[in-house]
């Protein structure tokens, strides 16, 4: 895992589509550091008022690539991963918060995103504020990105499907050998 950039931005990364709970998240803040959201922008908006942000933070765009998904990353204090409240958005997977989380990057997410993920074992305490990340947060998530590349590494991740496809081979060879005769 890499370790937050202590002098870094705040980072959003998603759709432009999905951006308007980000934008009322952050408007009801005043931010410590800059924000850089890294999206699908058509034409790069002029200002951040133009996509609806206050003057009160620093908003900058940038318009995404992998090249600029992984440099922004490695420049970040922390990410934000806030979400709508819409069914959908209540119910999505936190697929970006443990890429993230994996990465070593302290995440700030909304109460209703996937309390169920930090219920898991080994799981993480949410950060719902900026201002709750601090030394003990940022270990935490460090001890929990090692634990979760362990965990998810491809030897790991293959042995577990091997385990699983040898079990239904294993439950399912009674059952066919019953129809072959």
């Not at 870094?8 to 709970?21: M, R």
């Not at 940038?62 to 922390?78: G, K, L, M, N, Y």
């Not at 491809?154 to 499907?161: D, H, I, P």
Request: charged letters at 20%.
């Amino acid at each position: 895992p890499v370790l937050p950039a202590a002098d870094g931005h705040f980072i959003w990364i998603g759709k432009l589509c999905n951006l308007g709970p980000v934008v009322k998240w952050v408007n009801q803040r005043s931010l410590s550091r800059p924000l850089v959201i890294i999206s699908d922008l058509g034409e790069m908006p002029s200002s951040s008022r133009q996509l609806g942000f206050t003057a009160r933070n620093s908003i900058d765009f940038v318009r995404w690539s992998a090249r600029d998904h992984i440099e922004q990353t490695r420049h970040a204090f922390a990410a934000i991963d806030v979400k709508g409240e819409e069914f959908r958005s209540r119910h999505k997977p936190p697929a970006k918060m443990l890429d993230f989380l994996a990465s070593g990057i302290p995440v700030i997410s909304s109460p209703l995103h996937s309390p169920g993920f930090y219920h898991q074992p080994g799981g993480l305490q949410p950060c719902f504020e900026p201002e709750e990340i601090g030394t003990a947060y940022v270990e935490a998530v460090q001890r929990f990105a090692v634990r979760v590349r362990s965990r998810l590494s491809v030897k790991n991740v293959c042995t577990e499907l091997s385990s699983i496809l040898g079990q239904l081979i294993l439950d399912c060879s009674p059952r066919m050998s019953s129809l072959s005769t």
